[in-house]
């Protein structure tokens, strides 16, 4: 069992920047991939950065491509999302999930076990 908490949501100007943190407790992270999903009102959750556990597989979605990094430390047991340049259209609430390890880097809300709180993500124009 993995318990996850996210933090580092907030208020932000567009064009600005926020690090979210995802601390685990319960298991070692090392031993899952792991993803930053995000849900908006009225829309689904989706993937928009995952990363596996052997450090060498990332996916990001095309909305977050060149704006956004995941890392993870292993040592710590978080994984950290670095978001730039942020858009209005990046409001939601972001979660973080750990996924057992699989041959692709899992992007589907299904393919994820473990899942955060989520933190609230605005993103004023």
């Known amino acids: 069992q993995v318990q996850l908490v996210e933090s580092g949501g907030g208020l932000v100007q567009a064009g600005g920047s926020l690090r979210l943190s995802c601390a685990a407790s319960?298991?070692?992270?090392?031993?899952?991939?792991m993803g930053w999903f995000r849900q908006a009102p009225g829309k689904e959750r989706e993937c928009v950065v995952a990363?596996?556990?052997?450090?060498?597989?990332?996916y990001y979605a095309d909305s977050v491509k060149g704006r956004f990094t995941i890392s993870r430390d292993n040592a710590k047991n978080t994984v950290a999302l670095l978001m730039n340049s942020l858009k209005p259209e990046d409001t939601a609430v972001y979660y973080c999930?750990?996924?057992?390890?699989?041959?692709?880097?899992?992007?589907?809300?299904?393919?994820?076990?473990?899942w955060g709180q989520g933190t609230q993500v605005t993103v004023s124009s």
């Open positions: 990363i596996s556990r052997s450090w060498l597989s990332t």
């Open positions: 319960g298991r070692t992270l090392s031993s899952y991939d």
């Open positions: 999930a750990a996924a057992l390890p699989m041959r692709q880097v899992p992007r589907s809300v299904s393919e994820y076990t473990y």
